[in-house]
């Protein structure tokens, strides 16, 4: 079945940098886009960024361009998201998602991961 | 930045019983395409979220039929014609025609 699994997260001081993959299965990976998606502990759903299926595209939150860089590896049927300059309001859990249309354009997230913690503090 | 306003924020609903959320956007969601870029998300308590709308009125699939959607432009409802225990926490609306950007999320929970 289709599965997306998310690793990396962990307790991160300010200013530091973590690295999040996550794993898709069960689906031809290299024909979807992918998103990152964001809950801080007791908030909303706030959309982080996404990817193109063949990566020639990008987009960002506005509280995380400049930080944050989204990609994949196809190869490895695999997402990331490298985080830089954390700051204490980056502290959420971290889901990736897939797209729900084939190829392009994206248009929304249908099949989510179970999501990996991303603790920032000193 | 188009913001998603839902109410109420909080729902509490006898089993049985239908309820209603609405959703409205600061812009119309319909594209130039002619879709309609509205969702709605259920994240039950301790879990991933999970699609159950898309495009306004299209349930995913696996989606009891009990859930529904409806609405155009700028205003959206999603309508559980009899709430079951299973139906309980935080539903979003989403929309997807300029970037992605959820509504605050609505709590149901069962009296």
């Known amino acids: 079945q289709v599965q997306l699994v998310e690793s990396g997260g962990g307790v991160v001081q300010p200013g530091g940098s973590l690295r999040l993959s996550c794993a898709a299965s069960g689906f031809t990976f290299s024909s979807y886009g992918m998103h990152w998606v964001r809950q801080a502990p007791g908030k909303g759903l706030e959309w982080v960024a996404f990817?193109?299926?063949?990566?020639?595209?990008?987009y960002y939150a506005d509280s995380v361009k400049g930080r944050f860089t989204i990609s994949r590896d196809n190869s490895k049927n695999t997402l990331y998201l490298q985080m830089n300059s954390l700051r204490a309001e980056d502290t959420a859990v971290y889901y990736c998602a897939k797209d729900l249309k084939l190829r392009w354009p994206p248009e929304a997230f249908d099949i989510w991961g179970q999501g990996t913690m991303v603790t920032v503090s000193s | 930045d188009i913001v998603m306003t839902q109410t109420p924020l909080s729902l509490s609903v006898t089993p049985g019983q239908p309820a209603s959320i609405s959703c409205k956007s600061s812009?119309?969601?319909?594209?130039?395409?002619?879709?309609?870029?509205l969702y709605w998300y259920l994240q039950k308590p301790g879990q991933s979220p999970q699609l159950l709308i898309y495009e306004v009125s299209n349930r995913f699939s696996g989606v009891p039929d009990r859930f529904s959607g409806s609405g155009s432009g700028t205003d959206f409802t999603l309508k559980i014609s009899r709430v079951e225990a299973e139906d309980v926490g935080v539903y979003y609306c989403m929309q997807s025609i300029q970037l992605w950007r959820f509504g605050q999320g609505t709590k149901v929970e069962i009296k």
């Open positions: 812009q119309s969601l319909l594209h130039s395409d002619g879709k309609t870029y």
């Open positions: 990817i193109r299926y063949d990566g020639s595209n990008k």
